[in-house]
C-alpha cells in the first residue's frame, strides 16, 4: 500500500503527516527521518507492504489546518483521519477529543468517560500511542494531582500547546 507523507514546520518543530491519498493515518512529532522506524513498524501491523512516498501535496489540507491552528484561527479539524489500534485505544482516542479547546482532563477523567474507571494505566498506555498529535488532543490529559506527565513530543510542546490554546 502506497502512503504519502508531508513534513511541515511549525512553532513547536516538524510535525511529519501520513495520508493515505484521502484520509490522515498519523502526525508525529519530527521529521520522516526521525519517525521512519517507528512508522515502519507501525505500518506493517495494517497493511500489506507499506511503502512511504514523499508528497506534500496529499496532506496539504491537513498542514493548512494545522498552521491555522498555530495562528490562533482554528480550534477544531475538519479533515478526515482513520484510526488504527485497538478498540480500547481507539475508544480512549475518540474520548480526547471530547476535551474543549483550552481545557484539561485527567487520565482517571478520561477512565471515566470510557465507562472503565479502574483503566486509568490503560488509559495512559492508549494516550500514548495517539497516532494524531495536537489533532486528537492529547496533551490536553495531564495528572490527578495537575501536573504535566507525559507527552510523545516531550513536555515542552505539551506545554507550549497548551499555552497557545489558553492565550
Known sequence: ME???GEMNFQIGT???VSDGEKVLRIDFGSFADVEAKLQKWSSRYFDKP???QKPEKVDHAATELREYFQGKRRDF???VTFYGTPFQQKVWHALNDIPYGDTKTYKDIAQA???????RAVGGAVNKN?????VPCHR???TDGKMVGYGGGLDKKEY???HEAR
Open 3 to 5: 502512503m504519502y507523507y
Open 15 to 17: 510535525l511529519t503527516i
Open 51 to 53: 511503502v512511504f512516498i
Open 78 to 80: 475538519t479533515f478526515d
Open 114 to 120: 470510557i465507562h472503565n474507571p479502574k483503566a486509568v
Open 131 to 135: 497516532p494524531f498529535s495536537i489533532v
Open 141 to 143: 490529559v495531564i495528572g
Open 161 to 163: 500547546l497548551l499555552s
